[in-house]
């Protein structure tokens, strides 16, 4: 069953073809640090976003993931990049998604600032 998300401002909204999901992914690295990212990873066909204009593109360290972020409110609502088989991914910021419940999730941790 889709679920929706959307930035704190609702400039951008979104809803993601896919099951809400169960798990997440926590990484440490020095971008999702920060800003405390818990993310799903789903193909970027499975992603319909409003207000695509109200985002803005931030690009780091070897610029393979495109991070995209509103320029009114500042939160990511999600990033691209290409997967490991060569398609197009979405990683989902599950903190921009209230109907999951965050407590409920199991997280799996990834040591991205090491990689």
């Known amino acids: 069953m889709p679920y929706d998300g959307s930035c704190h401002c609702g400039a951008v909204t979104f809803t993601v073809d896919a099951d809400t999901p169960t ?3 926590s990484c440490n690295c020095s971008i ?3 800003k405390g990212l818990l993310l799903t990873f789903v193909p970027r066909s499975a992603v319909t976003i ?3 204009e109200a985002l803005r593109e931030y690009l780091f360290n ?3 993931i495109s ?3 509103c320029t009114t409110c500042g939160s990511e609502t999600f990033a691209f990049a290409q997967t490991p088989d060569g398609g197009e991914g979405c990683a989902v ?3 921009c998604v209230p109907a999951v ?3 409920a999730l199991e997280i799996q941790h990834y040591d991205g600032a090491s990689r």
Do not use: V, Y
Request: contains cysteine; proline residues 0%; charged residues 40%.
């Open 62 to 64: 070897t610029h393979k």
């Open 23 to 25: 798990q997440a992914l």
């Open 101 to 103: 419940d965050l407590a």
């Open 67 to 69: 991070h995209r972020f």
């Open 50 to 52: 409003r207000g695509e």
């Open 93 to 95: 910021n599950l903190r």
């Open 32 to 34: 999702c640090r920060r």
